[in-house]
Structures are given as C-alpha cells and as structure tokens.
T-cell receptor
Framework: GAVVSQHPSRVICKSGTSVKIECRSL??????MFWYRQFPKQSLMLMAT?????????EQGVEKDKFLINHASLTLSTLTVTSAHPEDSSFYIC??????????FGQGTRLTVV | DAKTTQPPSMDCAEGRAANLPCNHS???????VYWYRQIHSQGPQYIIH???NNETNEMASLIITEDRKSSTLILPHATLRDTAVYYC????????????FGKGTRLSVIA
C-alpha cells in the first residue's frame, strides 16, 4: 500500500518555542492531507484538512494561528505548533489518500512540551 | 461525530477467531465501512473496507449485514500482535473526506 512518512517521530521542546512536524506521501501525490491529535487513552481527533495550494480548513475549537499548516507541494504538508505549551503535548498524526482509496497514516509524532 | 458504536473492549484467546462487531444504523447509501487498527503509539493501520458485499483480504474478513446497519470484522486466527484498538468508520469513498474516529474496541489477545 501507499506510504505516508512523518518526521520527527518524537520531539521534546521548551515551553514557548515552536515545533514543525512534516508529513510526506512517499509514492503518491496527495492534494489533501489530514492532521489529527490524540491525547492519552483517547481516540484520534481531527484538527484540520490540509489542501495543496490553498488554506487549510480547521475543525471547530482548533486555533489556526497556533497550529499553522502549510501544504506547498503534492507530497508534503507541515504542521507547526507555535508557542507550544505543556497542554499541547500530544500525539500528532497525519494521513493522506488517493482520490478513491483508503487513507494511509503516518507513524505519528509524540510532542512533549516541558 | 462518529456514526458507529463499538464495544469498548474484548478479549480473545490466541489462535482463535476474533469477531469485532460494529453498529452503523445511520449509514448512508454512498458510505463504505472501513476498519482500521492502532497498535500502541503508532499511526492507524488500514485493515479492510466494504460497501455491501462481504470482503476478505490477507488480514481479515468483513461481514456486512444485508441492511448495512451493522458489520463484523473477523480476524480468523488471532495472534498476540493483533492486540490493538480497532476502529470501525463509515465514510464515502473519497480521498477528500476525512476519517472520523469513534472510541473503537480495545482487543486483547491472550496467550
């Protein structure tokens, strides 16, 4: 199946700094990618839809100025957590799919803000 | 909101078949039933999907009732590595539509 790669897999940052997470579709082009967040013992929560060449669409309650999404090419979307705080510590996961196939997920990024 | 309901947890003996149920009584005509699983601290892994016919692949079988209001994922010979949270999701077969996750079923395979 198609491969989606996420980097880094784990990051620790100081409170107030920004962190960038990359999501790449390795063997296909994805006009749309999705970003999720998962807190311990909870399910995945959709944060935003990343559209190549246009602005991302954010779910209700997700601050667009805090979670900056850039989808500059058909194989790369980035999520930047700006001015991170301990409550932003979570497991961030991206996904992508071809037009009419199942979605494929990255391996996830565990962010710890100290 | 997720359109599916699943039991929160299930146990299965190693080597036996694991049957995971899912209710999706409000499924629309153009929505498929997808199954994913998530092993601890990893991204979800695709298992199988179907519209109305039963489906089988190398990982599992999917049985969808005739009225499409429920389905069952079958892992024919569960192994310890099948221990994971299993998510049943309904969605149109469109790459531009996100998967909306419910709480899933935590399957524990016991030796």
């Amino acid at each position: 199946g198609a491969v989606v790669s996420q980097h880094p897999s784990r990051v620790i940052c100081k409170s107030g700094t920004s962190v960038k997470i990359e999501c790449r579709s390795l063997d296909f082009q994805a006009t749309t990618m999705f970003w999720y967040r998962q807190f311990p013992k909870q399910s995945l929560m959709l944060m935003a839809t990343s559209n190549e060449g246009s602005k991302a669409t954010y779910e209700q309650g997700v601050e667009k100025d805090k979670f900056l999404i850039n989808h500059a090419s058909l194989t790369l979307s980035t999520l930047t957590v700006t001015s991170a705080h301990p409550e932003d510590s979570s497991f961030y996961i991206c996904s992508a799919s071809l037009w009419n196939t199942e979605a494929f997920f990255g391996q996830g990024t565990r962010l710890t803000v100290v | 909101d997720a359109k599916t309901t699943q039991p929160p947890s299930m146990d299965c003996a190693e080597g036996r078949a694991a049957n995971l149920p899912c209710n999706h009584s409000t499924i629309s005509g153009n929505e498929y039933v997808y199954w994913y699983r998530q092993i601890h601290s990893q991204g979800p892994q695709y298992i199988i999907h179907g519209l109305k016919n039963n489906e089988t692949n190398e990982m599992a079988s999917l049985i969808i009732t005739e009225d499409r209001k429920s389905s069952t994922l079958i892992l024919p010979h569960a192994t310890l590595r099948d221990t994971a949270v299993y998510y049943c999701i309904v969605r149109p077969q469109s790459g531009n539509t996100p998967l909306v996750f419910g709480k899933g079923t935590r399957l524990s395979v016991i030796a």
